[in-house]
């Protein structure tokens, strides 16, 4: 999803982080092609090719349905594969990595992380190689501080003891067009704010989570342990914290059929065929919040 809001809003957004993702429309609106050649490819189930993938993105800034691709050009982008992840393989990161660098972004590819199929964390989560809920990772490495430092530049370094800043809950159907479940959005999602911030204006980092690590699989445990919030503290970043959630097809209050058992965000088309453009359900839900924050300390 990161890679989706950063290609759509490429004038926008400076960069992206990404943990175990792909390339930009791997999935071509296809579930069969997103789970077999987008996360364990190989001969019967190949990678979109680097040139298919292109034409692709050239085809829709030409409809302006993206922006155009020149703004990828020095993007900053950080981008993490670990050694123990058995669910996604390597060459999915590394062609994300290439897709990139053919528009010529400053990528870094971290893959020496003996790190399961999650995110990774200095202390907290379960152990390093393990791939399971809540899928956090303690790996004694700090992909948020590392991520947010090549996003970012140089940081301060974090203080020491609990985060300073303030925790918030919104109504996210207030940007999803009057109900967020009818994308498959939480209710409620997260806003973290560094005191600092309620005075001046400061950097807005979004924080993806992943499948089945929304706040209605795992609580708060993604928001308050990533790792973004110390150094969002000690560097004036607002961190957004969008929430995914499961649907299993119908759900009381919505009127469509969501197939998304799993909470992931939708990067395989199962809120429409434009799921991966700027008219996308749940990218004008998020950019819609990146505004809000931008109206006013």
Same mark, same amino acid.
């Given at each position: 999803?990161? +890679?989706?809001?950063?290609? =759509? ?9 990404? *943990? ?9 609106? @296809?579930?069969? *092609? ?10 019967? =189930?190949?990678?979109?090719?680097? !040139? ?25 982008? #950080?981008?993490?594969?670990?050694? @123990?992840?058995?669910? +996604? ?20 590819? +971290? ?12 202390? =907290?989560? @379960? ?9 956090? $990772? ?56 560094? !005191? ?32 973004? $919030?110390?150094?969002?503290? =000690?560097?004036? *970043?607002? +961190? ?14 919505? #009127?469509?059929?969501?197939? @998304?058992?799993?909470?992931? #965000?939708? #990067? ?14 749940? *990218? ?14």
């Amino acid at each position: 999803m990161a +890679v989706q809001v950063h290609v =759509a809003h490429a004038a926008t957004v400076k960069g992206a982080g990404v *943990i175990a993702g792909g390339p930009y429309y791997c999935a071509q609106g @296809n579930l069969r *092609i997103a789970y077999e050649n987008c996360l364990q490819p190989g001969a019967s =189930a190949p990678l979109p090719s680097l !040139e298919r993938l292109r034409e692709a993105i050239e085809t829709l800034a030409e409809d302006r349905a993206i922006d155009p691709p020149a703004h990828l050009r020095q993007a900053r982008v #950080w981008l993490f594969h670990g050694r @123990n992840d058995g669910t +996604v393989a390597a060459p999915v990161v590394q062609r994300l990595r290439a897709l990139y660098a053919s528009y010529g972004a400053d990528v870094a590819l +971290v893959e020496d992380v003996p790190a399961g199929h999650g995110m990774p964390t200095a202390r =907290a989560g @379960n152990a390093c190689a393990t791939s399971d809920s809540p899928f956090l $990772n303690a790996c004694g490495f700090d992909a948020a501080g590392a991520l947010l430092g090549h996003l970012l530049g140089p940081l301060q370094a974090p203080a020491a003891g609990p985060p300073r800043g303030r925790l918030e809950r919104f109504d996210q159907s207030l940007y999803a067009g009057g109900s967020a479940p009818a994308v498959s959005l939480d209710e409620e999602g997260f806003v973290y704010v560094p !005191e600092v911030c309620r005075s001046r204006r400061c950097e807005v980092h979004v924080a993806f989570h992943g499948c089945r690590q929304g706040a209605g699989d795992i609580g708060e445990r993604f928001v308050r342990e990533a790792g973004y $919030n110390p150094w969002a503290d =000690a560097n004036g *970043i607002v +961190v957004l914290y969008p929430q995914a959630i499961a649907r299993r097809g119908v759900r009381l209050g919505t #009127w469509n059929f969501v197939w @998304n058992p799993r909470g992931c #965000w939708d #990067w395989w088309g199962y809120t429409g065929a434009q799921y991966h453009t700027k008219r996308a359900a749940q *990218i004008r839900a998020v950019m819609a919040m990146v505004r809000r924050l931008a109206d006013a300390p």
